[in-house]
């Protein structure tokens, strides 16, 4: 069965630190997998896909993520956090017509 | 541009009363269209998905369904509520393919009283 998995329920991190947002994945064949973001009251937002290609993907606001074929990971990035990044994140995969979406990991950015 | 609308934003409904949400896509034809139910936050439960007029595909057994009368158009219907159905209903489009992304509306905040 196709499906990620969000190790942590939430992350805190200070503003200014980097940040990662963890996401592993158990696919057969070639994964393709995304990032989507959530902030309160508001639909997901996409983020970033990784297809095939380059191992570190480039997103939207300062995002990027880490495709690890070895460790089956898909581990999402930022240098420097902001207090604006906190909110809730979805590591999320397709199967045909569908999308599987991850537990979702709330992430805290403390000023 | 693509955009997704839903309303309404917020929906306060008795126990037993009918329910009707819309959604509506602008800026593509024949899009992927699906109904999600997310409780307390967290995590996204799909409830219907649709890959064209008239076709319906039902995930979780319940007491909603949910129609495409016209190509950009998806509702998610309910003859009695129950107190159970309360949560925040997402409507999302996506295209055909493995590769493409999907896009979220702002949602519906459905309480059940």
């Known amino acids: 069965a196709q499906s990620v998995a969000q190790p942590e329920d939430q992350v805190n991190v200070a503003e200014g630190n980097p940040l990662t947002v963890k996401c592993t994945y158990s696919?057969?064949?070639?994964?393709?997998l995304f990032w989507y973001v959530q902030y309160p009251n508001r639909g997901l937002q996409f983020l970033l896909k990784y297809i095939t290609g380059d191992n570190l993907v480039k997103g939207s606001y300062g995002f990027e993520a880490e495709f690890n074929k070895s460790q089956t990971s898909f581990h999402l990035k930022k240098p420097s956090a902001l207090v604006s990044d906190s909110a809730l994140y979805f590591c999320?995969?397709?199967?045909?017509?569908?999308?599987?979406f991850g537990s979702g990991t709330k992430l805290n950015v403390k000023p | 541009s693509q955009t997704i609308h839903q309303w309404p934003a917020t929906l306060v409904q008795p126990v037993g009363s009918p329910l009707s949400l819309e959604c509506t896509v602008e800026g593509t034809s024949n899009p992927n269209l699906y109904w999600y139910r997310q409780a307390a936050g967290r995590g996204l439960q799909l409830l219907f998905y649709?890959?064209?007029?008239?076709?319906i595909s039902s995930e979780v057994p319940q007491n909603l369904s949910a129609s495409r009368p016209q190509d950009r158009q998806f509702i998610l219907s309910s003859k009695k509520l129950l107190l159970s159905d309360s949560g925040f209903y997402l409507c999302a489009w996506g295209r055909q393919g493995l590769n493409q992304p999907q896009h979220f509306g702002d949602g519906t905040r459905l309480s059940i009283l």
């Open positions: 696919v057969s064949g070639n994964p393709y």
């Open positions: 999320a995969g397709p199967n045909f017509n569908k999308f599987y």
């Open positions: 649709s890959v064209g007029i008239g076709q």
